[in-house]
């Protein structure tokens, strides 16, 4: 029913007989009351009419705009930097890949005899691509009087084209020299500046193990030329790591016909433990095997636990704008208390006064969000395509800024920003529904 003040004659409110009979307005709160069409859609409609301009307080609609800037900010921040550092993620697993294997089969003894038998068994062995046995110690490499200490692997390098995507990385000369050079050598370009050596150069390979003479521990010498300089980009590769031939660094190591270990590439990276598992029931005592997340374990767990805490950070710029949210639903409040008013007398209850206000702070949220998903996927695009923010290369070992937008990161984004949109809408839509509508009609 609907009252209408009298302010001359009592100052109080009665029915006003003149506009409206008691039937017909009965009958108009029946209508809004058992029709579901208009039940289920005001709060929408009239959520959406307060997200336009006010007429009598700007301030709400410019507040409503600044809420959704925020969100939409937040949103594309946050999508820019988790593609920036999925794109450095993917850069350094394919780095990573691109000099080692997927798996390793080592043994408790230290070396393995039948290795080339171990092989083959290894790569009959369902999605298994290529295996490939290795010879691995560490030397010394030194040019007069620059010396490091680096690893050196001896490959067959037939075998160790099918295993690995090193020679991708081999910027001078060729992998099928170590074949046709005696005593070749691939080192890194980072190592070739620091000893000052280049192309067919001659360097001498320390061992810190040789034979004992009169005086004590006479190291082993050898030299060996450089027939091949290669570049992977990560400074733990490119300064030291040497490759040769497996018959020269077995002859230079005294190993005879035995290897360190045999290299095994997948055909899914990703499925590599798994693999591990199946390999490791082919073979018996002494055989154990590491995968290359096992051995990169502490690596990648730095890089998820930055993404993580880089996700988390810039969340806060969404929780600022949920903030705005709150504070201009309050102000909403504020300002529709008679329309509220209005509307419970019309029937309408404390779950749809709520709905409305949650509906608009929720539109607002959705809004932002929509804004930056688009502006960020837009960012990510152009920085991928044109790549025209470049890095310094000695530093980041990296010409331009990596790019990598994944469905994952972008939905856990969108979903958090309408999350805390929504949930910023409680307390100021349990203000407008708990609004006792006596005191806004009286005046």
Known sequence: MVLCPDYKRTGNYRFNHRNLSRKSMNGYNRDFNRSPSVRQLYPFIIAFRYLKSRKRHKSVSFNTITSIGGVALGVMALIIVLSVMSGFHEDLHKKILGANSHIIALSFNGTISDYMNLTEKIGNVPDVDAASPFVLGQVMISNK????????????????????????????????????????????????????IGLNSTVNIISPVGEIGPLGMIPKTKVFHVVAIFEIGMYEYDSSLVITSMKSAQEFFDLGDRATGIEVKVRDVYRAADLKNKIHEELSYPYYLKDWME?????????????????????????????????????????????????????????????????????????????GLTCGIAACYILETYQFISLPGDVYYLSHLPVKMNLPDIALVSFSAIVISLLSTIYPSYRAAKLNPIEPLRF
Do not use: C, W
């Not at 001896?154 to 084209?161: A, F, R």
């Open 295 to 371: 051995m990169n374990k502490n690596l990648f767990s730095a890089l998820k636990l930055e993404k993580l805490t880089m996700f988390v950070i810039l969340t806060l710029i969404i929780l600022v704008a949920a903030f705005n949210i709150v504070s201009t639903l309050i102000m909403n409040v504020m300002e529709k208390e008679r329309e509220i008013a209005i509307l419970k007398t019309m029937g309408a209850g404390n779950r749809g006064i709520m709905l409305i206000f949650m509906v608009q702070g929720l539109m607002a949220g959705l809004i932002g969000t929509i804004i």
């Open 145 to 196: 009087r620059n010396a490091r200490g680096v690893l050196l692997r001896g490959v067959i390098p037939e075998m160790e084209m099918r295993t690995t995507d090193f020679t991708k990385y081999i910027k001078h000369g060729d992998m099928s020299s170590l074949s046709e050079a005696a005593n070749g050598i691939i080192i890194g370009k980072e190592l070739a500046g620091n000893i000052g």
